[in-house]
T-cell receptor, first 112, second 112 residues
């Protein structure tokens, strides 16, 4: 699976948009970009994923560049409860299982 | 209803002991996983089972033996516990059209 690079930490004011970047320059054509987050040592939580089109769900938006070498997770109106470590993961399905290779992630701190 | 549950939540034991952690999912998924998160917060996959069959084994010492009595359960048995086994162990399951992984709350193992 391709390696990802994320900034180690970011701050965001509550109510503002949080834009979390991720570089995955060695991504292959059949690899997806997944985002998970981990709130204070709880189990990681799925946020969103995409292949090449931009995606939006109730939690976030995912913007993938045309060359697919980078992406940005957008939390449109960050709240204090969004404080967590955010992981960008690139993976392809390996048959019936698809392991997630977690990096060091970005620690997002949302402040008042 | 808890989707992925683990017991116990905390486990403190002496070096050399044998212990088990249990995991159950009620999502009807076919695939289950064990991940280990060490003190530096790196989250790494250990095993994956699909329909009770082992399909991923990530160079884990053979003191660790996963057991899947049915596809809703994946237990982790650890023999001869060592100090370095101290970590948080997360169980997960995956399935459905998004193939996202749902994580349990974790079991914090402390070996003294």
């Amino acid at each position: 699976d391709a390696k990802t690079t994320q900034p180690p930490s970011m701050d965001c004011a509550e109510g503002r948009a949080a834009n979390l970047p991720c570089n995955h320059s060695t991504i292959s054509g059949n690899e997806y970009v997944y985002w998970y987050r981990q709130i204070h040592s709880q189990g990681p939580q799925y946020i969103i994923h995409g292949l090449k089109n931009n995606e939006t769900n109730e939690m976030a938006s995912l913007i993938i560049t045309e060359d697919r070498k980078s992406s940005t997770l957008i939390l449109p109106h960050a709240t204090l409860r969004d404080t967590a470590v955010y992981y960008c993961i690139v993976r392809r399905s390996t048959g019936t299982a698809s392991k997630l290779t977690f990096g060091t992630g970005t620690r997002l701190q949302v402040t008042l | 209803d808890t989707a992925v549950s683990q017991t116990p939540k905390y486990l403190v034991t002496q070096m050399g002991n044998d212990k088990s952690i249990k995991c159950e999912q009620n999502l009807g998924h076919d695939t289950m996983y064990w991940y280990k998160q060490d003190s530096k917060k790196f989250l790494k996959i250990m095993f994956s089972y699909n329909n009770k069959e082992l399909i991923i084994n990530e160079t884990v010492p053979n003191r660790f033996s996963p057991k899947s009595p049915d596809k809703a359960h994946l237990n982790l048995h650890i023999n001869s516990l060592e100090l370095g086994d101290s970590a948080v162990y997360f169980c997960a399951s995956s399935g459905g059209p998004r193939n996202e992984q749902f994580f349990g709350p974790g079991t914090r193992l402390t070996v003294l």
